[in-house]
């Protein structure tokens, strides 16, 4: 008896696993010599500069001593669905003067919660292409607010008015097939229905030269790397 359910639920795991759709995943990385870490000078606003004991980098390029990139996103791209935005709210938060996370995707129609974690003045100003512009202050009293992108986008600069040093980038699409690649440089996306797509990968410092792939991802796990390479200076 006891063999027959663990038999049961097998095949039920593994039809749930099918139904849902396949994974595909991959790592991304950069072939050459990366450019040297930049301190960033908070002088300007005490409550900054006290906030970190540590020196703090800029964000644009984090790599990994593999030559593994961060904040990287992968997404796929021209794909239908029909599901509808999530509930909870995507994350910006402003600590230590710095957005967190840099860089994120989220749905069109789902909530940005905006968050000041910080005793001192922010000022919220998103640059999109095809959304509407947003441009709002946040002093060290309030703590949150929350908005809506209305329409697909990738990728919207947001940048603090008062902390010049401070930017960060949210991609909205139509569907949830999007990944941000972590500190390994390893990003993963999950429940994608069988077929043939093309994958894009996009980094902050080569937003004019995305990197592209096709895969076929069938109900199973599917990989795909992609290679980040600095121009040659050479004509």
Known sequence: MLKNVFIITILCGLFISSALGGTLSGRVNFDG???????IKMDSDPVCGSSHKDPVYKQSFIINKEGYLKNVIVYLKDIKYEGKAPEAQAVLDQNGCMYSPHVQGMMAGQDLLIKNSDATLHNIHGLPKINSVFNFAMPKVVKEKAIKIAKAENSIKIKCDVHSWMK????????????VTDDS????IDNIPPGDYEVIAWQEKFKDKTLNATVSVSDSSSTNNFTFVKPSNKK
């Open 168 to 179: 960060a980038y949210v991609s909205v699409f139509d569907h949830p097939y999007f990944s």
């Open 33 to 39: 010599n990366p450019p040297s870490q930049k301190t």
């Open 185 to 188: 440089g390893y990003y993963q």
